[in-house]
């Protein structure tokens, strides 16, 4: 098997790539936007823009660890954070434009929403996790809590599963492309079924 | 015969008029009451034009454009309408029509070559003197007029739009009802050799064809009801229901069926696309009203599409009835709107 290891300089130079990919990204598209050439609906393409991009980054991000260690890439893990941490600036987005754009700063009505929307809790509920996740994303952070960073990291699998359905529970009637987020997720988990498992019986024992 | 200069002269949809000025077709002082509002609009067409030409993900790989034909009317309400016009770019790009996708702008994309002449709509069931209207008879058999209206989607979105049309009731009339005629019965065309929607579930949604809608009567006869074979001056791009589709304004937009090919008069309630496919969210009625919510879609208010970009404030209350509830609050007497939404 190769046991490629790219230098410190490439690395960085990687991660300078997907940091210019995703702003560049997220910059065009808000370009468009904001000048109303996105589509008759601006407001509504910029929610499902960053909505996707936040999801798919975030399955991107889980499918790090599968495949470093199927291809004994462990520089791939350096990837992990620094996406996750885009998965989170796209859901932070994605938010912003539902509260700024959709609902034009009726908070009364953002909150009856959260509540009154079952898409739409399970949504805030990922993003409270994604947040935590964030917040405590720092390697300092990470040696003072131990075991418990580990825990609270496992969160991002349930984050995952609420994003899923958040996507499905939101699609009028088409079920095609929602049910193949629903796949990809679930090859995700069963590549960690032993991990999962472990982390359960340690929880319930 | 009312459409004038068919063939000779036309409208295409990149804009580009041929020998034939809009000031020709629609009734001077439309013209000049529309100029006004483009006017205070800055002019909606510079921003729809760069649409057109694909800025901004819209696809427009389909050279072959739809093309539709002036149209002449004769009397407007444009007078009486205080409301912004949505820009016509965004009328034929924003599109729920699943026959062609289920993404708002797939109808755009996917229907430029359907074909509508020759077309037959049937007018047929409780009915004394059931007849077919063929392709030129949609234009020709009722006198046309402009109704702009507001159209609400139950998605939370809402439209001002100008179609061209004739009374749902006058056609009705035509047929002559029998005294069983409770319900007026629509149907969409069935083609899934044209309508791509309809064969593939990936692409229409997975909602079972033909489209079909229905209404009371009483509601059928009222005279916001319109047939629509036209809107912003020429015939419909097919996107938007061409050659004939309806346009009931106070109820959510899955009602105005499109390219209707049957009407049939029916004692009892026929059944609806939306309805059989989801009764707890979309009822038989459908009116819009603020105080019932869809389950995943507040309808206290909406957003006005018209022009504009992110930063755009559009969000207004939505109105009972669409604010139509003088002309047809009355269909609705006595009647729980909660149970019957």
């Not at chain 1, 405590?136 to 995952?160: D, I, P």
């Not at chain 2, 013209?31 to 800055?42: D, E, I, P, S, T």
């Not at chain 2, 359907?114 to 008879?137: A, C, H, I, R």
């Not at chain 2, 559009?314 to 009835?321: E, P, S, Y």
Request: hydrophobic share 45%.
């Amino acid at each position: 098997m190769s046991s490629y290891r790219p230098s410190s300089r490439t690395i960085i130079i990687l991660k300078c790539f997907v940091h210019t990919i995703a702003l560049v990204w997220a910059l065009y598209y808000y370009f468009l936007a904001i000048n109303d050439q996105l589509g008759s609906d601006p407001v509504k393409a910029i929610i499902h823009f960053t909505g996707m991009s936040a999801l798919n980054t975030l399955l991107l991000t889980l499918m790090i660890s599968p495949l470093a260690k199927l291809y004994r890439l462990p520089w791939l893990l350096r990837f992990r954070r620094l996406l996750g941490l885009y998965a989170f600036f796209f859901a932070c987005l994605h938010l912003v434009n539902f509260i700024f754009f959709e609902l034009q700063f009726d908070f009364s009505l953002f909150i009856e929403e959260v509540i009154e929307r079952p898409y739409i809790t399970l949504g805030m509920a990922a993003f409270v996790i994604l947040f935590a996740l964030a917040i405590t994303s720092f390697k300092r952070l990470q040696r003072k809590m131990g075991r418990q960073w580990q825990a609270l990291h496992n969160m991002v699998y349930l984050a995952a599963i609420l994003i899923v359905i958040h996507f499905y529970w939101s699609v009028k009637s088409d079920i095609i492309e929602p049910g193949a987020y629903v796949l990809a997720l679930l090859i995700l988990l069963a590549l960690r079924r032993a991990k999962l498992l472990s982390a359960y019986y340690r929880r319930s024992n | 015969m009312l459409i004038k200069n068919i063939g000779k002269t036309s409208i295409s949809d990149d804009g580009r008029s041929r020998g034939l000025t809009e000031a020709d077709v629609t009734d001077e002082s439309v013209y000049v009451k529309r100029r006004q509002v483009l006017k205070g609009l800055g002019f909606a067409g510079a921003s729809s034009l760069l649409w057109a030409n694909g800025v901004g993900g819209i696809n427009t790989a389909n050279a072959a454009t739809f093309k539709t034909k002036s149209l002449e009317v004769v009397k407007s309400n444009s007078d009486l309408v205080s409301d912004t016009l949505t820009p016509e770019a965004k009328v034929i790009s924003h599109n729920n029509f699943y026959e062609f996708g289920a993404q708002k702008n797939e109808p755009q994309e996917n229907a430029q070559k359907f074909n509508v002449d020759p077309w037959s709509l049937t007018v047929t069931g409780e009915v004394e003197k059931p007849f077919t209207l063929d392709y030129q008879q949609l234009f020709s058999v009722f006198d046309l007029e402009e109704r702009i209206y507001r159209l609400r989607c139950v998605e939370a979105w809402s439209m001002v739009i100008p179609w061209l049309g004739f009374e749902l009731s006058k056609l009705i009339k035509r047929a002559q009802p029998t005294s069983k005629a409770k319900y007026v019965a629509f149907k969409t065309l069935y083609d899934p050799e044209q309508m791509p929607g309809q064969s593939s579930r990936f692409l229409g949604g997975g909602i079972d064809y033909p489209y079909v809608e229905g209404l009371r009567i009483d509601e059928a006869m009222n005279s916001l009801s319109l047939l629509s074979v036209g809107l912003y001056g020429k015939t419909l791009p097919p996107q938007n229901g061409a050659p004939i589709r309806l346009v009931v304004p106070w109820k959510y937009g899955f009602k105005s069926i499109k390219s209707i090919v049957e009407i049939k008069l029916m004692e009892e309630r026929p059944p609806t696309t939306w309805n059989i496919l989801a009764p707890g969210e979309y009822g038989f009625f459908a009116n819009v009203n603020p105080e019932v919510d869809h389950p995943r879609w507040s309808q206290a208010s909406e957003r006005r599409i018209t022009r504009g970009g992110l930063f755009t404030r559009n969000r207004i209350k939505t109105q009972m009835f669409n604010g139509y509830g003088e002309q047809v609050a009355d269909l609705y007497r006595n009647m729980d709107l909660r149970k019957n939404y």
